[in-house]
């Protein structure tokens, strides 16, 4: 897919085609994008919905209802908490963003020039975000596929890490997780990982339901019911909080509907895992 550049900006910019995989970022885009739109936004992320204006991305097209709207939203917000806490700590952190798309977490965090940051995603995902989002000290794109050994090494192995995986876990294999969990852990000294969960209800239902989006073809998770599922994969991986969307307070901003389905979920753990949550680990 080629996108222009239209609107009221001076220069158009032609962005390079993306593959099928690479393509699927433009789903959570459209969540931020329409979130920003929304009654009361959780991410509030202008830069998401100026981009797909600016590009006249028709984010309807993939018929988001309010509930994975606020999904996308909200557990982005809990990641970038999460970046902000580990930096308030650690100044002279590592920041990765593991599968970035065009998500702009590094402008929302807005870390000290003490941060280097990462982006790293495939090679048309780092171009076209070099094209569409503007240029910072200390940060860095790295355009590679996660599951090459080498794109680590541009990456300083002697600073404390925080590492997000917003929306990618569920393409990786089981071997592939495995494999990049153990890569991070021995590459930095100590740090903490924070992704959304795809239990195996997730897997199932995105098949069964969303079998014209663009992800479910890539979907290759097996699923982790349990944070200690993860645990047991990488056993040097120590749970830090698995938090349940549903019983955040940001709850009380939802959409009614949501909110309605969440009050009626929320007191089962495990019910509430079919939601949205984000699992923390340290290492
Ligand atoms: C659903 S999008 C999420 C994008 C972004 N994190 C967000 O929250 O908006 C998934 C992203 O993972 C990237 N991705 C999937 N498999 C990958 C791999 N093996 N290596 C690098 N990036 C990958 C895709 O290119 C895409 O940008």
Known sequence: MSHHRKGTDTMAITLPDLTPLENTLWLTLAGKALDYQ??????????????????????????????????????????????????AKNPDAVGLDLGAGLDTRVYRVDPPTTVEWYDVDLPGVAKTRQLLLPERPHLHTIGSDLNDPRW?????????????????????SKE???????????HFPAGEICFNGYTRFHVWAAKKYAGTQSVV?????PGFDTPQDIERLEPRLKLVREILLGREPE??????????????????ISISRKGTAVQHYRF
């Not at 988001?64 to 606020?70: D, F, I, Q, R, Y």
């Open 38 to 87: 929304a009654k009361h936004p959780i991410l509030h992320d202008k830069t998401a919905y100026d981009i797909v204006r600016k590009l006249d991305y028709d984010a309807g097209q993939f018929k988001l209802s309010a509930s994975p709207v606020v999904g996308i939203a909200h557990r982005s917000l809990v990641m970038d908490n999460i970046v902000r806490q580990f930096i």
């Open 152 to 172: 680590i090494s541009e990456v300083p192995a002697d600073r404390p890490a925080v590492i997000v995986a917003d929306g990618l876990i569920g393409f990786l």
């Open 176 to 186: 592939e997780l495995a494999t990049l969990l153990d890569r991070l852990i021995r």
């Open 217 to 221: 073809p890539f979907l290759r998770s």
């Open 251 to 268: 709850v009380a901003d939802y959409p009614w509907t949501t909110r309605l389905a969440n009050f009626l979920t929320a007191w089962s």
